[in-house]
Nanobody
Framework: QVQLVESGGGLVQAGGSLRLSCVASGTSFSINAMGWYRQAPGKQRELVATITSGGTTNYADSVKGRFTISRGNVMNRVYLQMNSLLPEDTAVYYC??????????WGKGTLVTVSS
């Protein structure tokens, strides 16, 4: 089993910044990719950004140029630097790990609220 713990959410004014962190723990798993997804009220969960074990990144068009995903020196950590936040970025943000066996694990989520 893999456990994911997110942190860093909160309330911020439009134009502000937040940094989300996620730590993955567990035994006997090998990570293929880590990423962030979000779900706004009344909407489906959507991809925000992913990063593979090789460092390849992928971003949703809506966050390109504003958000940056990165991994820690210890490879079980992933971060999401969010700049120039907009009210439409308000959502619960979920950390995701996809193992080399293509199994997905999810954190419980952290709430990001951007006020206008």
């Amino acid at each position: 089993q893999v456990q994911l713990v997110e942190s860093g959410g909160g309330l911020v004014q439009a134009g502000g910044s937040l940094r989300l962190s996620c730590v993955a723990s567990g035994t006997s798993f090998s990570i293929n990719a880590m990423g962030w997804y979000r779900q706004a009220p009344g909407k489906q969960r959507e991809l925000v950004a992913t990063i593979t074990s090789g460092g390849t990144t992928n971003y949703a068009d809506s966050v390109k140029g504003r958000f940056t995903i990165s991994r820690g020196n210890v490879m079980n950590r992933v971060y999401l630097q969010m700049n120039s936040l907009l009210p439409e970025d308000t959502a619960v943000y979920y950390c995701n790990v996809r193992t080399r066996g293509l199994v997905d694990y999810w954190g419980k989520g952290t709430l990001v609220t951007v006020s206008s």
